[in-house]
């Protein structure tokens, strides 16, 4: 059943108690752009509310409006991903949206309304700082990859959720094309065509395609823990001393380093573009110590729970690794030469040209010197010297 706004509410009242249907109820759809929620491709989100209560209900599509070359997707990711709603808000209430119920057969669920919070990508694309955001980050993904880890459970629960959460097309989605740069475009924006450029010289070294290669054949591999998938600065909502998590649908096994270098891959862009506006010094420090902050609270949280099992030489691949899916994930978003709000608040080609190159240079230095690297601290003084390196080469022209 593809459910409306018009047959929305009645369904609801009718099949569930979360509804007095004596009372009139109020449905929207979020349309893409909404500064509070992206509707993205592969759902319809719909506001639905009666009085001072408020929910929101997500709905699987099947016929997405882009080709991605995958057929019709599988509907039953909308059950799969209230499912991974529920695992982990057993695990860190405090950082997941409740979630009430599903209907699988319909493919959607509904959740609690997020309300007056906000999404952190367009919080921080208007120079707001938060605190906390760091520390809270780093500890929700050292409790959720412990817990989902064989540090914590036995081989045969790994399984059956390995066996449960797993999604053939969701994960091709990720390996062939959010990971996936393209190649052989020819943009006619001479900004972007400069871009691809960058992109084509950069896939011509055998090096730097061989990292790649072996980046895609360790998040299919290693499977480590369950990963969030699709965890960048969209799917976390904020006020200024709260945090959500929403979108679960990439929900699979991986490595541990993959959603920590995915979500650290939109601070890494918000740096570069605060660095070319050159306005706000302050939030590029916030940037770095927030990046600081994410690892360290990540580290001390996981070797804390895991305990003497845990070894110096474990940290240190989910760091290098981390690095690299950081490198993937930001040098595939700017390659897609799509809507990316992270430069694209710069509101000038010129400058949004420069923050991407930054952020490229800075991606292929971690991606050929992330096995170099032994602590976060390094890495900040790399992106530093990095920086340092092309302001002045900009300044020389």
């Known amino acids: 059943m593809l459910l409306s706004e018009d047959t929305l509410g009645d369904y609801l009242c009718a099949r569930t108690d979360l509804f007095d249907p004596s009372q009139p109820i109020t449905v929207k759809r979020l349309e893409t752009g909404d500064d509070r929620y992206i509707d993205g491709y592969l759902n319809y989100l719909y506001s639905v509310k009666q009085g001072e209560r408020s929910f929101v209900v997500k709905h699987a599509r099947e016929d997405i409006p882009i080709d991605l070359g995958l057929g019709p997707l599988d509907t039953r990711r909308n059950y799969i991903e209230y499912n991974s709603y529920r695992l982990r808000e057993g695990i860190t209430p405090q950082w997941v949206p409740h979630a009430y119920l599903a209907d699988a057969d319909n493919h959607f669920f509904v959740t609690e309304d997020l309300a007056p919070m906000r999404t952190l990508r367009f919080e921080l694309c208007k120079g707001k700082q938060f605190p906390l955001m760091g520390r809270q980050v780093g500890q929700f993904l050292a409790k959720n990859h412990y817990a989902t880890s064989a540090f914590c459970l036995p081989g045969r629960d790994l399984d059956t959720l390995d066996g449960f959460f797993f999604n053939q097309q969701m994960h091709s989605i990720i390996t062939d094309l959010i990971l996936s740069p393209e190649l052989g ?64 649908e990439y929900t699979s096994f991986g490595p541990f380093g993959y959603d920590l270098g995915y979500f650290l891959a939109n601070i890494l862009s918000q740096w570069a573009a605060f660095t070319i506006r050159g306005s706000n010094p302050s939030m590029c420090e916030y940037l770095l110590r927030m990046l600081t902050d994410v690892y360290q ?20 691949e989910v760091l290098q690794d981390s690095l690299g899916y950081l490198a993937l994930a930001g040098i595939s978003r700017i390659a897609h030469h799509g809507e990316f709000p992270d430069y694209d608040y710069l509101g000038d080609p010129e400058l949004s040209f420069l923050a991407k190159t930054l952020s490229l240079l800075v991606c292929k230095t971690l991606l050929t010197k992330r096995h170099t690297i032994t602590h976060p601290a390094q890495v900040i003084r790399l992106l530093q010297l990095v920086r340092d390196g092309f302001v002045a080469e900009i300044h020389e022209r």
């Open 185 to 248: 475009m020819t943009p006619a924006d001479p900004y972007e065509a400069a871009i691809q450029q960058t992109i084509e010289t950069m896939f011509a070294d055998e090096a730097i395609r061989s990292e790649w290669q072996g980046l895609i054949a360790a998040f299919l591999e290693k499977k480590q823990c369950l990963i969030h998938g699709d965890f960048h600065t969209s799917n976390a909502f904020i006020s200024r001393s709260d945090l959500k998590v929403i979108d679960m």
């Open 297 to 316: 609270e990540y580290f001390a949280g996981l070797s804390g729970l895991i305990g003497r099992r845990c070894r110096p030489h474990m940290l240190t």
